[in-house]
Structures are given as C-alpha cells and as structure tokens.
C-alpha cells in the first residue's frame, strides 16, 4: 500500500481509488502501472474479459507506446507469461518549479525520474508573461538537448507556485508575493503553446507530495514544512494532497505564536513568519550588526559557526516546533519532512523543533512520529510538480483520449 506507482496487491488502493474495472485501454494501463495485474493472463482474471479483448487493449497501449512487454513471469508450467510494464521511454514530463526569486525546470519521465533540470535567478514579481516565458524558452531547450530515443513526447506540465492556487482552474487566487498573477490562466498558458494540460498548484504541495511518494511512501499522513523566507505546509492525508476548501490549507505562516508581538506583513502581530521565517531572522541579524540579506546569508553564518545566527535559528526552530505540536495534535501525522532554504542548516532547527514538539505535544501522538529533514532537496518542487502531471497523464480518461488523439493524427 504504498505509493501510486507501485501498490503490490489491492482491490482499495488508499492512493488511487477502486481498482478500474479495465474497460478501456487506459483502465488497463492502471492495472499495470500500478501492479495489480502485470500479464494478459492476469488482467483477463482481474477484469473478466476475454482473452482476446485483452490482446486488444495491451497492444493498443504497446503500440502508443506506454507498455513494453518484457521479461518473463514466474510461471507454474507451460510458456511463461511475459511481464507487461509501463515503458519509460517516448513520453515527457515537465515539472516546473518557481520560486519567488528562482525558477527551475525538470524534464522527468514518465515514471518519475528526473532525467535533467535547469535553474535560473528570476524575480516572481517580474510578471506572469515575463516568467513563463522564460519556463517556455527553458522547457524548448531541455526537451532539444534531451536527444532520447525515440523522441520524447511531451504529456503533461506540472507548476507549482509561491502562492495559494484554485487547484481546478489552476489560477492563483491573491498570491502576496506575486504581483500580477492574481486569477492568470497559467493552464491555458502552457495548452497553448504545447498542446498538453499544465496542473498548477501551491510550491509546498507539490513539495510534500515529492518527499511522500518518494522518500517516505509509507508515511499515509504526512505533513512538510517549508521554512524559507515564508513558511507554509503542505498536507498529504491519507496519501493524497489536501487542499482545503479553497485551497489555502497550510497556511501556517500566520498562525500565532505565545505572547510574541513582532509585526508581521499581514498586518498582524506575533505571527510565526515574523518570528521564525527567514526574512524575519535576516532583519533582526541585521539589527545586531551582521551582513545578512535572506535565508542564504543565514545559512552561511550559520555554517561559519556565528553564535548568534546558530542562536537564532534553534529560537526559529522552537517557535515551529510550538506551532507543529499543536498540528501534530490536530492532524496525527507519521512523518514530518522540513524543507526550505533553512533546512539547509537543520542540525539547528530540527533542533528546537523537536525539542519544542516533544515537550508540547500529546504523547499517543508524538509515539511513531519522525521529523526529518527533506530528502528531495532543491529538486523536491519540479519532482513534485511532475509526479501531479503524471498522476494526470497516467489517469484512465487522459490515456484514453491520448490513445483516440494519437490515433486521429496519424
Ligand atoms: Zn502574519
């Protein structure tokens, strides 16, 4: 039961829903993709078809290019059946991360790996044409320079933004740090100029749901923090992403913390971004006379053993700590994954993070819980950006219009 791209045995997959009834050629590639049944024979149990109609729907999806059959199965006599699988190769994926002063975007396939990825400086605040036309020029290169063989075909973009995002219309919705892209149609940015869906969603979403699937499958409830210049959360409940009824769930930055009264740019005061974000620790480091202009000048102080940067980020440590004990209350996760540019320096603010959870929060609780550092890293947006498209790209529905669609352009 673990991630969506290799659930050993199920008819009730957490992740994915029902086992399809394999219908269609796309219903069929689930079964494969995710494991349930990986020969003819298999899918012929599984689904009640003939076997004639299976040979049908396997060798449309050979034929398209999504399943190789390849080494032979376990057999009990007779021929051994040939294992059906989803083929790498032929099929793209973007996965695009920005940031709100960078923008990286990985190329992936379809089985999620990340075949190459390329980052540049860029100021979110530019604009969305300026932006995305630099995603646009970036993503023209990368798919160039790929030179696989055969050529990869690009199935889907995945975005994720600095910023809350209407998950169905892939807009951002009043994004503070993004001005200009409030309600810009990001989707229809990328179908008109590649032919494909974009899915665009919030940076610390795509973020949690790369450290779930791929650092921590077995972790079914998982919360990640991003402690950058904001902090925010992103949420997997039961192995998929909860958005919230607007979209803005793990908006933690403005949560309050103790009796603390440091203004914050909301307009309040004592909200945890004005306590423990970088912008916030940079200020104040500022005010005691070091050379700090974000999160990075943090990190480095840190690493060249200044006291008082080290000081200040296990207080920064501590005031998340405060806030997640009282989520890890709430919500009961398995796995906390911090991430973000200060998780560079975790040793210090997993620190006063755990000291601060385990002091606060109910023991039953906090029994099987692990807080960890990000194993995804700088890649954890576009790999995460990319597994939502293929999550999209891999759907019955998409595949079957892909296999119509492929079929009518010939
Ligand atoms: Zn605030």
Known sequence: MSSHFSSPSLSSDPVQGPTPPGQTPGEVLALISSGVAVTRAEIARRTGLARSTVSHRVDALIAHGFVVEGTEAPSTGGRPPRRLSLRAHGHAIAGVDIGASH???????????????????????????????????????????????????????????????EYSTGRPVDPPIMPGWHH???????????????????????????????AFPDAMHLLYLKVGTGIGCGIVADGRIHRGAQGSAGDIGHIRVGERDDPCRCGNSGCLEAIAGGAALAERLRGLGLEAGGSLDIVRLVREGNRQAVRAVREAGRAVGEVLSG???FFNPETVVVGGALAAVHDQLLAGVREAVYRRSNPLATHVL?????????????????????????????????LTRDATAV
């Open 327 to 329: 989520l890890v209350n």
């Open 103 to 165: 923008c990286r975007v990985g190329l992936l396939d379809i089985n999620g790996t990340l075949l190459k990825a390329r980052e540049d400086p860029l100021t979110i605040a530019d604009g969305p044409e300026a932006v995305l036309g630099h995603v646009e020029r970036t993503l023209h290169a990368l798919l160039e320079a790929d030179g696989g063989t055969p050529p990869r075909t690009l199935r889907a973009i995945g975005v994720g933004v600095p910023g809350p995002v």
């Open 184 to 214: 810009y149609p990001i989707p229809e940015f990328f179908g008109d100029r590649f032919g494909v869906r974009a899915l665009v969603d919030n940076d610390v979403n795509v973020m949690a749901l790369a450290e779930q699937r791929r």
């Open 370 to 402: 692990r807080i960890e550092p990000s194993r995804t890293g700088e890649n954890a947006g576009s790999i995460g950006a990319g597994l939502l498209a293929i999550e999209h790209a891999l759907s019955p529905a998409q595949v079957d219009r892909t």
